[in-house]
C-alpha cells in the first residue's frame, strides 16, 4: 500500500492557476498508475486526469483538456497537476489515486480502478 500527501491547493481568481503535487511514499512508485479526480459539493468523485506508469500516456477528462497538465517524476516519487485558465466549476477538493499492478502504459479513469487514495487538497476559484 502507499501512502498519498497531496499539496499546492488554495484559492484562486478566474483565470489562474495552481500546481497541485502528490508524494507517495511506502510502495515502488513507478509501478502504480497514478490519476486525480475532484469532488465538488454535493457531488460524485469524478476523473480529473490519469498517467501511465512509465509517465508516457495522459488522459484528461473533457473539462479540463487542453487546461491541465498532469506530469510524474518517478525519481521523486511525485505527480504534478498544473492546473491553467481556472474557472469556478474547477472548484472541489483534488484527490490524488494510485493503481497498484498496472500497465505499463495503460491508463485508468474510473474510481474503482484505483487502490489508494490521498486526503485531497481544496481548489477554490473565485468568480
Known amino acids: 500500500q502507499v501512502q498519498l500527501v497531496e499539496s499546492g491547493g488554495g484559492l484562486v481568481q478566474t483565470g489562474g492557476s495552481l500546481r497541485l503535487s502528490c508524494a507517495a511514499s511506502?510502495?515502488?512508485?513507478?509501478?502504480?498508475?497514478m490519476a486525480w479526480f475532484s469532488q465538488a459539493p454535493g457531488k460524485e468523485r469524478e476523473f480529473v486526469a490519469a498517467i501511465s506508469r512509465t509517465g508516457s500516456n495522459t488522459y484528461y477528462g473533457d473539462s479540463v483538456e487542453g487546461r491541465f497538465t498532469l506530469s510524474r517524476d518517478n525519481a521523486k516519487n511525485m505527480v504534478y497537476l498544473q492546473m491553467n485558465s481556472l474557472e469556478p466549476e474547477d472548484t472541489a477538493v483534488y484527490y490524488c489515486?494510485?493503481?497498484?499492478?498496472?500497465?505499463?502504459?495503460?491508463?485508468?479513469?474510473?474510481?474503482?480502478?484505483?487502490?489508494?487514495w490521498g486526503q485531497g487538497t481544496q481548489v477554490t476559484v473565485s468568480s
Open positions: 511506502g510502495g515502488t512508485f513507478s509501478s502504480y498508475s
Open positions: 489515486a494510485a493503481r497498484r499492478f498496472a500497465g505499463a502504459e495503460t491508463i485508468y479513469y474510473t474510481l474503482r480502478q484505483y487502490n489508494d
